[in-house]
């Protein structure tokens, strides 16, 4: 079964920046689309930021756009998200998670089935 463990998390000051990485258990995961969710305190989970299999589609959401970069390395199973221009509201635990059924991003999380466990990300000065 496909794993992802995620990584980078941490303290940053507001405008800071930080890079999230997804480590795959498979080279199956090549062939899924992947996405970065984010959960803060007291709110839903919400959707960050898809990559296609191939990384020839990116979507992001409105309230990252501009300042978060998502990216993978297929040759080495591991999927990205650099975050810049950090603000407070970007405080939340950021997921991985794999659509094992397509190669397409899907904005629903219900669709992606393989999620790692998380990685806290704290904006604050």
């Known amino acids: 079964q496909l794993q992802l463990v995620e990584s980078g998390g941490g303290l940053v000051q507001p405008g800071g920046s930080l890079r999230l990485s997804c480590a795959a258990s498979?080279?199956?995961?090549?062939?899924?689309?992947i996405a970065w969710f984010r959960q803060a305190p007291g709110k839903e989970r919400e959707g960050v930021s898809c990559?296609?299999?191939?990384?020839?589609?990116?979507t992001y959401a409105g309230s990252v756009k501009g300042r978060f970069t998502i990216s993978r390395d297929n040759a080495n199973h591991t999927m990205y998200l650099q975050m810049n221009s950090l603000k407070p509201e970007d405080t939340a635990v950021y997921y991985c998670?794999?659509?094992?059924?397509?190669?397409?991003?899907?904005?629903?999380?219900?669709?992606?089935?393989?999620w790692g466990r998380g990685t806290r990300v704290t904006v604050s000065s």
């Open positions: 498979e080279l199956t995961s090549d062939y899924y689309a």
């Open positions: 990559i296609s299999s191939s990384g020839g589609v990116t």
């Open positions: 998670a794999a659509r094992t059924i397509s190669g397409f991003c899907s904005r629903y999380a219900s669709e992606f089935h393989s």
